[in-house]
């Protein structure tokens, strides 16, 4: 009974104490708790909301959510093939300098057709889903109108954000079956969150050769052969056509770069050059820089090497495939004027036969419902 009663002592001196150094514990301010939690990794933070309930309204607050979203770092999202239907998705990023590669489990098994601000475009089974990896939230859109009305032979989605009515929007642009069809074209719209697609307009330049869209300030770009764009406004949902910048256009690939459509044209063996749509009604492009082959660290040409990125901070991704004792990714540093090869890039190649393009991707606790209706976790 002795030890009993020595046990309940100790452990109610124990439980006083951590009482004690609860309540002496110094108070943070809600704008201390905003700044400390917007330096956590996205992936970290659902978990963390569960601390309390302070930390859980923050991290809910929709404020907290854009203002993390602008900070974090992008990478690159890609799936490799495993049978006919299924894929293997990872998320790559850049951080302390080494390229780090994760498994991201989707909990749903589809192809990703686009990403925007976090939130990934997945086709499973003939249906469409909005998923944000981080937090687990999805939301199935509504059935197509347009992919039963006629025989498909192609077609292609789009996935842009309307930063005025912070709305997000899916594209589908088809090209239905000659001969099947008394139209050529097709393209609708949907708001995710809406129960319904929108029939408009579409781009009738010709649609066989449209690639994956690019997102810059609200505007998706397809480019279409070796000519020009095709580009449509989330906003007012009209398209536009716009020439290619007046270059060689030897080997030429499309990114953002500064929130601006890019154009990135390996001009001779020696060079990229990389140009920016100023403006996308008039067609005027500006060559922003060129990267030459002296900034090469193995000082070989640039035959086969690919610009497939820019990020917010003003770094560009190279991708290298002349070998593996060369090959590898290699980060631009415009301030610097040089190239970083990475090492340990874990035998990633993001242009291989069995991996579907890789997007650049940011994870986020974006939410995939409407904002009048959201908080972060419900």
Request: glycine share 6%; proline share 5%.
């Amino acid at each position: 009974m002795a030890e009993k009663a020595s046990f309940l002592s100790n452990t109610n001196e124990e439980n006083g104490n951590k009482k004690e150094k609860l309540e002496s514990a110094p108070y943070l301010c809600d704008d201390v708790i905003f700044n400390i939690l917007l330096r956590v990794p996205p992936e970290s933070l659902p978990k963390l909301r569960l601390v309390c309930k302070n930390w859980y309204n923050v991290i809910s607050d929709p404020l907290f959510i854009d203002a993390h979203l602008h900070r974090s770092e992008p990478g690159f999202i890609f799936q490799k093939r495993i049978s006919r239907s299924k894929y293997k998705t990872h998320f790559m990023e850049i951080k302390e300098g080494e390229i780090k590669v994760h498994d991201l489990d989707l909990h749903c098994p589809g192809r990703i057709c686009a990403s925007c601000n976090g939130l990934i475009l997945l086709e499973s089974m003939r249906s469409l889903y909005v998923i944000n990896p981080i937090s687990n939230q999805r939301i199935m859109l509504p059935p197509s109108d347009l992919s039963f009305k006629y025989p498909l032979s192609y077609e292609i989605y789009g996935f842009g954000f309307n930063s005025i009515t912070k709305e997000y929007k899916v594209v589908h642009v088809c090209e239905y079956e000659k001969r099947k069809t008394p139209i050529p074209l097709g393209c609708e719209v949907t708001t995710v969150g809406s129960d319904s697609w929108r029939e408009i307009d579409g781009p009738f330049f010709g649609l066989t050769e449209l690639r994956i869209p690019i997102s810059a300030s609200g505007i998706l770009h397809w480019a279409i052969g070796m000519d020009y764009i095709v580009s449509m406004d989330v906003g007012n949902e009209k398209f536009h056509k716009t020439p290619f910048p007046n270059c060689s256009r030897r080997s030429y690939h499309f990114l953002e770069f500064g929130e601006s459509l890019s154009f990135a044209n390996r001009e001779s063996l020696a060079q990229f050059d990389v140009w920016i749509l100023k403006d996308l009604y008039s067609g005027e492009w500006i060559k922003q820089l060129s990267i030459g082959v002296d900034c090469l660290r193995w000082g070989g040409s640039l035959d086969r090497v690919l610009l497939i990125a820019s990020f917010r901070n003003g770094e560009v991704i190279i991708f290298e495939r002349l070998g593996m004792d060369i090959g590898g990714f290699y980060l631009y540093d415009f301030k610097l004027e040089r190239i970083i090869k990475f090492d340990g890039s874990c035998g990633i190649q993001l242009i291989e036969m069995d991996t579907l393009p890789a997007l650049v991707h940011v994870n986020s606790l974006v939410s995939c419902q409407p904002r009048n209706n959201h908080r972060y976790f419900e």
